[in-house]
């Protein structure tokens, strides 16, 4: 990871990897306290705002385009939750509109590009993200249609992987692995966030999705206390639908393996203004509520670890 280093709270934030066309911008950040004082770490994969000219230029309606995909202001509570419970944070500073970090390098919609498929690829059947429209490069957004004024190169896409995805997930990788040397176990929790949601028959939707790839990247305990936070604080939460996880959670979940990886998706009106364009009124309280949710996962998963540690020790 190649790191600039200042000073933000009590951690050094280290930059790593760059944007293409932004003059060296880099593509993410990582905050890490040392020794880490929680073994959880926080990550942002959604809420990047730095658009290159090069790429606004290409978009079609750049400005609600960007609306559509971001994780609108994401990062700045987990900025905020991560100072007063010294998580660790990785925040994605590319957009999502460059490369969607929370998906597979082989999630390509090869007929956005101007040369097609390559023929190394051999057979290629597209997934369900690249159909609808939400591959590793974006192509399309309900309300929008086609983001994109024009085709784009397979050399592009080369450089994003090589400079955006690569480095983000292998510091994701990395920073998971040191908290667990120190706690014996890790939580990755992913945030996002999400459009208000409609359920039919008018069932009240939930203001929280929890994510675990169906009870396969997260111990079930840290899931259910989960939940179980969100009733005693009156808070309505779904499991796994609409949202269970992505590539984040796939690569990087690992419970046997004392790695565990929740996805947390938040409606942007709990905490964003009416045009969920700005943080509003309830900022500062999703920001306690996510604290207290920081500091319980983070007690049972140094239980967790705790555990692992004496049954290894007693074989």
């Known amino acids: 990871?190649?790191?600039?280093?200042?000073?933000?709270?009590?951690?050094?934030?280290?930059?790593?990897?760059?944007?293409?066309?932004?003059?060296?911008?880099?593509?993410?950040?990582?905050?890490?306290?040392?020794?880490?004082?929680?073994?959880?770490?926080?990550?942002?994969?959604?809420?990047?705002?730095?658009?290159?000219?090069?790429?606004?230029?290409?978009?079609?309606?750049?400005?609600?385009?960007?609306?559509?995909?971001?994780?609108?202001?994401?990062?700045?509570?987990?900025?905020?939750?991560?100072?007063?419970?010294?998580?660790?944070?990785?925040?994605?500073?590319?957009?999502?509109?460059?490369?969607?970090?929370?998906?597979?390098?082989?999630?390509?919609?090869?007929?956005?590009?101007?040369?097609?498929?390559?023929?190394?690829?051999?057979?290629?059947?597209?997934?369900?993200?690249?159909?609808?429209?939400?591959?590793?490069?974006?192509?399309?957004?309900?309300?929008?249609?086609?983001?994109?004024?024009?085709?784009?190169?397979?050399?592009?896409?080369?450089?994003?992987?090589a400079s955006i995805h690569a480095p983000y997930h292998e510091c994701l990788s990395q920073t998971l692995a040191a908290i667990k040397a120190r706690w014996g176990a890790a939580m990755l929790l992913d945030l996002h966030s999400m459009p208000p949601l409609s359920f039919p028959g008018g069932q009240p939707a939930p203001e929280f999705v929890l994510g675990d790839r169906f009870g396969t990247t997260c111990h079930g305990s840290l899931a259910a206390s989960c939940f179980a936070y969100f009733a005693e604080m009156r808070r309505g939460a779904a499991h796994n639908r609409p949202y269970a996880g992505g590539y984040v959670l796939e690569r990087h979940g690992a419970p046997l393996d004392g790695i565990h990886a929740l996805q947390l998706e938040i409606d942007r009106s709990s905490y964003l203004d009416s045009s969920l364009a700005e943080p509003g009124e309830g900022f500062a309280g999703m920001v306690e509520l996510l604290c207290e949710l920081v500091r319980r996962l983070a007690a049972e998963v140094a239980d967790l670890g705790r555990m692992s540690r004496w049954s290894n020790a007693a074989e």
């Open 1 to 161: 990871m190649n790191a600039e280093q200042g000073r933000a709270g009590d951690s050094l934030p280290k930059q790593g990897g760059t944007i293409p066309g932004s003059g060296g911008a880099p593509a993410y950040s990582l905050s890490h306290p040392e020794p880490s004082p929680v073994p959880l770490l926080i990550a942002v994969p959604h809420a990047g705002r730095s658009y290159p000219a090069s790429l606004l230029e290409r978009m079609r309606n750049p400005g609600f385009a960007a609306l559509k995909l971001e994780d609108r202001f994401v990062d700045l509570l987990g900025q905020e939750v991560a100072r007063r419970t010294g998580a660790a944070l990785l925040i994605a500073h590319a957009p999502r509109a460059m490369i969607d970090l929370n998906r597979d390098i082989h999630d390509v919609d090869w007929e956005m590009f101007s040369r097609g498929r390559p023929d190394t690829l051999g057979s290629y059947t597209p997934g369900f993200r690249v159909r609808s429209g939400l591959g590793l490069i974006p192509r399309r957004i309900p309300g929008l249609g086609e983001l994109w004024k024009r085709r784009h190169e397979a050399e592009e896409l080369s450089a994003r992987i």
